[in-house]
């Protein structure tokens, strides 16, 4: 079984543009989640869909990030314009439907952006 | 609210030494905890978990964890390090979010272990 995959690995852009940041979760998992982690800070939470509607999205720092679960299946997280404080790492996680705070969250390697 | 905290961001130990990482936490409910592994250029990988049942909780590669209510901890332990343990480790307790059985994670800042020939 496939695990969580995130596209790109990195990505290098600068300040001002946009960047696309892709998520393809486990098979079936109907939870998706997006996590960052700034340079030196805590992983934290950004949003969680469970398909392909949005449910949760406290964590989200600004309007300059959208994100998007076409069909509830992959998710894409669109930074717009970029700025320099965006920099860092962009976790992906997907759980099966039924949750109950006890159920796995599997990740994905992360996408390493970097704003210049 | 509920939060985690990790003592020591750098803990370095020799190969077949014990292995101590704290965690601490935070959290107004009995809480759902969860250690998680990142190794070099890889996601996180979960190592072990806590929900409910046996405060002693055993996990891959060798690693158990203590939940210890009394003390607010879930400390991660290894009797022997190897080469292969060398990675950053990363505590987190579930938090619920709006949307009903839904849950996030809230980590602490990571420990990069390294180990020692």
């Known amino acids: 079984e496939a695990g969580v995959t995130q596209f790109p690995s990195h990505s290098v852009i600068e300040k001002g543009q946009t960047v696309t940041l892709r998520c393809d979760p486990i098979?079936?998992?109907?939870?998706l989640y997006w996590y960052r982690r700034v340079m030196g800070k805590e992983i934290k939470f950004l949003l969680h869909f469970v398909k392909e509607s949005k449910q949760d999205e406290s964590g989200m720092p600004n309007n300059r990030f959208l994100a998007e679960r076409t069909g509830g299946t992959y998710s894409t997280l669109k930074v717009q314009p970029a700025e320099l404080e965006d920099s860092g790492v962009y976790f992906c996680a997907s759980s099966p439907r039924r949750t109950s705070g006890k159920e796995t969250q599997y990740f994905g390697p992360g996408t390493r952006l970097l704003v210049l | 609210a509920q939060s985690v905290t990790q003592l020591g961001s750098h803990v370095s130990v020799s190969e077949g030494a014990l292995v101590l990482l704290r965690c601490n936490y935070s959290?107004?409910?009995?809480?759902?905890l969860f250690w998680y592994v990142q190794y070099p250029n890889q996601g996180l990988q979960l190592l072990l978990k806590y929900t409910t049942g046996a405060t002693l909780v055993k996990g891959i590669n060798g690693f158990e964890a203590e939940f210890k209510k009394s003390e607010t901890s879930f400390h991660l332990t290894k009797p022997s390090a190897h080469m292969s343990d060398a990675a950053e480790y990363f505590c987190a307790v579930s938090v619920p979010l709006s949307f009903q059985g839904a849950q996030k994670l809230v980590f602490g800042q990571g420990t990069r272990l390294t180990i020692n020939p």
């Open positions: 959290s107004s409910v009995p809480p759902y």
């Open positions: 098979s079936g998992h109907d939870n």
